[in-house]
């Protein structure tokens, strides 16, 4: 069922209506459909959904197939992992298909469903130290290839067999002259004009709210409403996060300390202690 960002179903007389939480968003319920080999729905959001083919591969495609926008965030899609080529950080691409792109599947999800099946405490320290770092080296790797992903949030870190760390999901990014129209979400979105595109600031400002998430199996200001955050975020008042492993990190990312990636991720492993955990296959 079609829902709008609040969670209340759009209704089901096939009219687009505009999103309440989001007005900028228009919304129509469309019959699910499942592209000839699918053999059950996966995930998905407003615009795309994953489906598992029989081979064990997720191929995406839109829900809509006479949303041109939806059906162009596939094409930008398809480019990003083209020019990206494949890196242990980014998920595995493998080629178009007729009803979309074929990626990969993550056999342990992403690292929001992860937490949030368990109790944060009993996610040893190392191991959300490896996603951490692994997640700016995801970042550093895409900003190096010129591409902005948009939507840095914890749900597009996706999880492999070795509970590695995979940033997936470029359809709304920037990359060139493709724009894929992404935008940040409430508690990851750098104050700005919403008509400013996103870019490296508005990437670096979206991972210390990933960084928080990581530490804490909280968004930031998760217990107000969207309204109050902004306005908190627009007068730099940020949780307390001196108590937190990387709290240095995730406030220099919101206070926009870090001029790069890089530089994320040279303080992370300088609080670490250790060394880059991977690098891109030749």
Same mark, same amino acid.
């Given at each position: 069922?079609?829902?709008?960002? #609040? ?15 989001? *007005? ?23 615009? /795309? ?20 926008? /939806? ?11 083209? /020019? ?40 040893? *320290? ?63 979105? *750098?104050?700005?004009?919403?008509? #400013? ?6 990437? *670096? ?21 969207? #309204? ?14 001196? /108590? ?19 530089d994320i991720l040279k303080a992370i492993l300088e609080d670490s202690h250790v ?8």
């Open positions: 069922m079609a829902k709008y960002t #609040d969670g209340t179903p759009v209704p089901k007389d096939g009219k687009y209506h505009v999103d309440p939480g989001n *007005l900028m968003v228009k919304i129509r319920y469309l019959e699910p459909w499942y592209p000839p080999g699918v053999t059950g729905f996966f995930s998905g959001g407003n615009t /795309a959904r994953l489906g598992l083919l029989p081979d064990g591969t997720l191929l995406k495609y839109v829900r809509d197939r006479e949303n041109r926008n /939806a059906l162009n965030s596939l094409n930008v899609e398809h480019s990003i992992f083209s /020019a990206l080529g494949q890196h242990d950080r980014i998920v595995k691409y493998l080629g178009k298909h007729e009803h979309g792109i074929l990626l990969q599947l993550a056999l342990n999800g992403d690292i929001c469903s992860y937490i949030s099946k368990r109790e944060h405490d009993s996610i040893s *320290l190392q191991l959300l130290q490896k996603w951490t770092t692994q997640a700016a080296e995801a970042l550093v790797f895409i900003h190096s290839k010129g591409v902005i992903h948009c939507d840095i949030h914890p749900n597009n870190f996706l999880l492999d067999e070795q509970l590695d760390v995979q940033l997936c999901d470029f359809a709304g990014s920037l990359f060139g002259n493709l724009d894929g129209g992404a935008m940040e979400s409430t508690r990851f979105f *750098l104050p700005r004009d919403c008509r #400013d595109p996103p870019n490296i600031k508005s990437d *670096l400002f979206a991972f210390g709210s990933v960084m928080y998430y990581i530490m804490t199996g909280r968004e930031p200001y998760a217990d107000l409403s969207d #309204d109050e955050v902004t306005a908190k975020f627009e007068r730099k008042e940020f949780p307390d996060v001196e /108590a937190l492993k990387y709290g240095s990190a995730i406030k220099g990312c919101w206070i926009g300390d870090f001029k790069s990636a890089k060394e880059p955990i991977h690098q891109s296959r030749p």
